[in-house]
């Protein structure tokens, strides 16, 4: 089972950059579509971006696309969210998950089986 640990987020003005990480312990992580999702307060929890275990399909929501930027190491254990251009609306709490399944766009949250703790990101205008 794999077992993950957000960290890098924290606060931010607008048009900063933020880089999150997620690592994680296991060994089947090489083998797991990962993906980074947020929540706001008082909203849904919502996808930003997605890989595949090889890093060769990712998927980003059309409110992140340009801006983002999802990746892996696998031989770290570890995935990275690069967020440019920080909005307000970013503001959320951002969550690291694995799912065992094959990438589907867009990510479905219930194929996501393995969760982070989340880590605040906080974006002032």
């Known amino acids: 089972q794999v077992q993950l640990i957000e960290s890098g987020g924290g606060l931010v003005q607008a048009g900063g950059f933020l880089r999150l990480s997620c690592a994680a312990s296991?060994?089947?992580?090489?083998?797991?579509?990962m993906a980074w999702f947020r929540q706001a307060p008082g909203k849904e929890r919502e996808v930003v971006a997605a890989?595949?275990?090889?890093?060769?399909?990712?998927y980003y929501a059309d409110s992140v696309k340009g801006r983002f930027t999802i990746s892996r190491d696998n031989a770290k254990n570890t995935v990275y969210l690069q967020m440019s251009d920080l909005k307000p609306e970013d503001t959320a709490v951002y969550y690291c998950?694995?799912?065992?399944?094959?990438?589907?766009?867009?990510?479905?949250?219930?194929?996501?089986?393995?969760w982070g703790q989340g880590t605040q990101v906080t974006v002032s205008s």
């Open positions: 998950a694995a799912s065992p399944l094959i990438l589907s766009t867009p990510p479905a949250l219930s194929r996501y089986n393995v």
């Open positions: 296991g060994r089947t992580f090489n083998r797991n579509t």
């Open positions: 890989i595949d275990w090889s890093s060769i399909r990712t």
